[in-house]
């Protein structure tokens, strides 16, 4: 008998490619099928057949109070009531941007748009608009959203699906992406040295969070910032995933270090299709209507995702505790995975930082993409597929973090440790 889930995926495949809208929820890397989920509460997720799981994806990161917290709830319905989007300006926008501009303290002023692949995309224009020059360095294994200039050497879903670029992105697109190695100033320093007063800026995660979680090296971010202050490059901090997860002020509080440009997205619309970007006031007033960089958005600013995002950012902010207390959980819970993955012998890798963590399959620590890629992928697909039947569910690649959130309890996540420890 087939399951709902399979049935599903059946019709799926007929009308959209893969079955899937965003190519990460395919579970083709570990040669399995999705589970369609139906609906999720707290740490857990619910499918058509009625299979419950813990969920450590959390919606690849938004999810940071667990699902459906009853005050997002609450706020969303409310602007529901009010009308879903009317194309104007709305007082809730500037709540947000008032709010992202009082806790982090490299953006002056802030634009709203509909996912983290736009404000990427809006941050390496205003930065190009700003410098008046063309090339952007990125990092191998980094992924900054789908937008053409950014599919070179990128992480997530690219780095599974094995295709180092993307078809349908012209050469011209890509000519001006210039790539180095994560954690390695000195591939930085090469391309700087060969045409720094061309850069507009240097892009990065500053926790690696798309090759699995690689987490920068001592002095790595200090060191970028340094070579674009040198340069009259702008440092754009790519912080989709780590802004609002490891603390109110991102990565950037975290390490220390300050970007020019910073974008947002994944926790800042709690599940709404939201992303942002922000930085310097000269900087973001170069774009239009006061600048000339060109960036807009019919739904951008939504009320209803305001909304949600607003409800979530203001919890995050009014609990004092908050931070101390996931980034806590995460080390406990990540340095009780290195403890299993030493006692078992095997060829196993814990990264982490903080709530963010990722079980690589190699015996290389990992520190980049060249390292991450010796991560043995049937090895994660067998990990993935036990702790499935287990009711565990992981990200369905190798190459992806884990999420934990305020929602997992000790005995969740002490029954999460037993299942890796039959697993690995
Ligand atoms: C998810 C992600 C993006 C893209 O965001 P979307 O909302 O999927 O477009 C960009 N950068 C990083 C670091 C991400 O993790």
């Known amino acids: 008998m087939m399951t709902k889930s399979e049935s599903l995926f059946q019709e799926a495949v007929k009308y959209i490619p893969g079955g899937v809208n965003s190519p990460v929820r395919a579970f083709g890397s570990v040669g399995l099928t999705p589970r369609f989920i139906e609906r999720a509460r707290g740490s857990h997720m619910y499918d058509v057949d009625g299979r419950e799981y813990l969920d450590f994806v959390g919606s690849w990161g938004p999810m940071i109070l667990g699902h459906d917290h009853p005050a997002v709830r609450e706020s969303v319905i409310k602007a529901c009531e009010d009308g879903l989007s009317f194309g104007a300006a709305t ?18 002023m802030v634009r709203m748009v509909n996912s983290g692949t ?11 608009g700003y410098t008046g020059r063309d090339k952007i360095v990125k990092f191998m294994g980094c992924y900054h959203g789908h937008s053409d200039a950014m599919l070179v050497k990128a992480g997530s879903g690219v780095m599974t699906a094995g295709v180092p670029d993307s078809a349908g992105v012209p050469a011209g697109c890509t000519a001006d992406t210039l790539s180095a190695v994560y954690n390695d100033l000195d591939s930085v320093q090469s391309l700087f040295d060969l045409c720094g007063d061309q850069i507009a800026a240097v892009i990065v995660e500053p926790v690696g969070a798309n090759m699995g979680v690689v987490p920068p090296a001592e002095g790595f971010l200090q060191g970028l910032r340094d070579i674009c202050t040198r340069y009259g490059s702008l440092l754009i901090f790519d912080e ?4 609002f997860r490891l603390g109110l002020d991102g990565a950037q509080g975290y390490f220390g270090v300050q970007a020019d440009l910073t974008t947002f997205g994944k926790i800042i619309g709690a599940g709404m299709p939201v992303g942002a970007y922000g930085g310097k006031r000269e900087i973001m007033e170069t774009v239009a209507p006061v600048g000339k960089v060109y ?11 305001m909304a949600a995002g607003l409800a979530q950012l203001r919890l995050l902010r009014d609990d004092p505790l908050f931070y101390e207390k996931l980034n806590r959980k995460g080390d406990s ?16 890798r814990v990264n982490h930082v903080g709530s963010l963590g990722c079980v690589f399959f190699t015996e290389v620590p990992v520190v980049n993409y060249a390292t991450a890629k010796t991560a043995d992928t049937q090895k994660y697909a067998a ?7 287990q009711g565990i569910y992981l990200a369905p690649a190798q190459f992806e973090a884990m999420f934990l959130s305020a929602a997992h309890s000790e005995e969740e ?12």
């Open 91 to 108: 007082e809730r926008e500037v709540e947000m941007a008032e709010l992202i501009c009082s806790l982090v303290p490299s953006i002056d």
């Open 118 to 128: 736009e404000a990427v995309m809006s941050a390496v224009r205003a930065a190009r």
């Open 240 to 243: 989709v995933i780590t802004g």
């Open 295 to 305: 960036q807009a958005g019919t739904l951008s600013g939504n009320p209803v995702a």
């Open 333 to 348: 819970f990540y340095g009780e995975i290195e403890r299993i993955a030493e006692e078992s012998g095997k060829p196993v």
């Open 383 to 389: 990990y993935f597929a036990s702790m499935l039947k």
């Open 413 to 424: 996540l002490a029954y999460a440790l037993e299942c890796i420890k039959k697993s690995i």
